[in-house]
Structure formats: structure tokens, C-alpha cells
């Protein structure tokens, strides 16, 4: 079995795959370098909601997103969700559509479209080489034109925009709210904090990461992180927690679930953790509405 517990995917030594997981990936549409033969995801239908695949033009080429939302007219807020280094796989189109469920336009762009498709690969070596060719000045670009295709759109309130990603769109989201006034919040699930050390992956000198723009933080995040993740040091979540207190973003937090593991609100992974993704999602939605990113009922 394949034990996913680190931020950007497992190191050679984590890749045990049996052969029942590699001859049968129960779950059509679920990475497949990370579904676990014992999962039991949450299958969200599509009932009372309208998705699907739109394309959005960013700065050099148009990217696919998977949008769902309510099919009912009016404007609602909006939730950007980034995905981990596995695209847009069935666990992140899910998830957009259990927000949709609650009111939200859900919205996952594929910020790794030029360089291929991590959702199908189990070989890792590839999946690092697709993330590490996507640069941090496409991902902010595509995350940028995302937003003015939102702004566009007659179903979405651009007034009430939050953004929440899952490991690599952990970071993403923290950076997001670093750099940009679009979003009134964000929730971050167990994204890196801390730069990687030179050679290691993404540890590209041209990236920037969450410890490095804490002063420049433009809305409140909520980080909902791992006491037993091997890749992100609880070292590292207090350095966080320390930088939040020191420039004053009172209005940020960090919640440690001290049992669980990377990936616990991955439901088709084994590092899945029910208690912690139970509360983390309660936690979110009431992040979302504290913020003014909540939907009226319509």
C-alpha cells in the first residue's frame, strides 16, 4: 500500500504499491499514484447543480477548470480550489461539488496543463517533473485570470471570493492571500510553509513561499495542518504561527490535528483521517462565513 504523508508526494521509500492497488484502481478518476485499495470516498451527485469543463484565458494560452455551482439563478460566492500535485483528479471535482451543494460557485483550474497530466501517472518521478516545470509565475498568472474570468461571469459574486487548496495548493492559497486582494480568505490544508532546500524539489530559487511574505498577508488564512507529517516539521507551523503574531495577523490562525497525518482530508488515500477532515471542513465553512463568503439561500 501506498502511504502518502509527505506535502509534494512521497520519497522513493513511501512507494510500496501492492499489486491489487496497480490492477485495480477501484475508483475511475482518482489519482491514480495515490488511491488506496481500502478507500471508501464520498461520492457527491450532481443533482440541483450545473458542471462541468469551461476554458479560461490566461496570459499565453486558454487553461481547462472544472466549475460547479447551484443551477438556480442569482450570483454566489466563490471558492477557488487548488489542487494537490495530482490535478484535477475525481477527489478535487468532488469536492467542488460539495461546496456547490452548499450554495458555492466551486472553481479548480488546471494549473499543470502545459506540462501534462498527473492524474493518470503512478510514477512519481514523472508527477515531480510535471509540478516542477510548472512555474510559480504561471501558477500566479492562471490563478490571476481565473479570477478575471470570475468577474465575467453572471453567477458569481466577485465580492465574495475565497480560495482553499489541498499540499501544493496548501501553499498556493497562503500565497494567494499573500499577493492579491481578490480573496476576502483562505483555508490552507497542509500546504508547505518553508522553502525546500536548494536541490531539492521546487526548491527553485525563482519560488517564493508562505514564511517568506507573512508581512505581506492581505486576508485571513486558516491552516489546517498534520502533527504527524513527515514533510512539513511542526517546527515549521510554529515558525508560522510566530511570524502571525509578530506582524500582527491577528485574524489568521493555524489549527494541528496531533494525530493525524499529510493527506487527512484525502478520503481515497489511507492517510485519510475522518475526525480531522470532519472538523477541518466545519472549520473552513465557518472560516468562509466569518469572512463574508457565505451563500444565502436560494
Known amino acids: ?9 512521497p520519497e522513493p521509500q513511501d512507494l510500496h504499491l501492492s499489486r491489487r492497488m496497480l490492477g485495480g484502481l477501484f475508483f475511475a478518476g482518482y489519482a ?10 464520498i461520492a ?16 499565453d494560452r486558454e487553461i481547462p477548470a472544472y466549475v460547479a455551482r447551484p443551477d438556480a439563478k442569482g450570483r454566489f460566492p466563490v471558492v477557488v480550489v487548488v489542487s494537490e500535485v495530482f490535478g484535477i483528479h475525481e477527489f478535487i471535482r468532488d469536492t467542488c461539488r460539495r461546496l456547490a451543494k452548499l450554495g458555492y460557485v466551486a472553481i479548480a483550474p488546471d494549473f499543470f496543463v502545459r506540462h501534462g497530466d498527473p492524474a493518470p501517472l503512478t510514477d512519481f518521478g514523472a508527477i515531480r517533473k510535471i509540478v516542477a516545470d510548472t512555474t510559480d509565475a504561471e501558477t500566479r498568472a492562471d490563478l490571476s ?20 487548496g489541498f499540499c501544493w495548493g496548501g501553499a498556493v492559497t497562503w500565497l494567494a492571500c499573500q499577493r492579491s486582494k481578490d480573496f476576502r480568505c483562505g483555508v490552507a490544508w497542509y500546504g508547505r510553509l518553508a522553502r525546500p532546500a536548494a536541490g531539492q524539489f521546487l526548491g527553485e530559487a525563482e519560488r517564493q513561499w508562505p514564511l517568506e511574505l507573512v508581512a505581506d498577508l492581505k486576508s485571513p488564512v486558516l491552516g489546517l495542518y498534520a502533527g504527524k507529517d513527515q514533510g512539513i516539521p511542526l517546527a515549521d507551523v510554529e515558525t508560522m504561527r510566530a511570524a502571525l503574531v ?9 489549527i494541528v490535528y496531533p494525530e493525524a497525518q499529510h493527506g487527512f482530508h484525502a478520503d481515497y488515500r ?3 483521517d475522518a475526525s480531522a ?7 473552513m465553512l465557518l472560516h468562509f ?7 444565502k439561500r436560494y
Open 1 to 9: 500500500m501506498l502511504t502518502l504523508n509527505r506535502p509534494e508526494g
Open 32 to 41: 491514480a499514484a495515490a488511491v488506496s485499495a481500502s478507500a471508501a470516498p
Open 44 to 59: 457527491t451527485d450532481e443533482a440541483g447543480l450545473v458542471t462541468g469543463a469551461v476554458m479560461i484565458p490566461s496570459y
Open 145 to 164: 485570470a481565473t479570477t478575471a474570468w470570475l468577474r465575467r461571469q453572471a453567477f458569481a459574486n466577485p465580492r465574495k471570493m475565497a480560495i482553499t
Open 246 to 254: 509578530k506582524h500582527r495577523m491577528k485574524n489568521s490562525e493555524i
Open 270 to 272: 489511507p492517510t485519510y
Open 277 to 283: 477532515a470532519v472538523d477541518g471542513w466545519s472549520r
Open 289 to 295: 462565513a466569518r469572512w463574508d463568503v457565505a451563500p
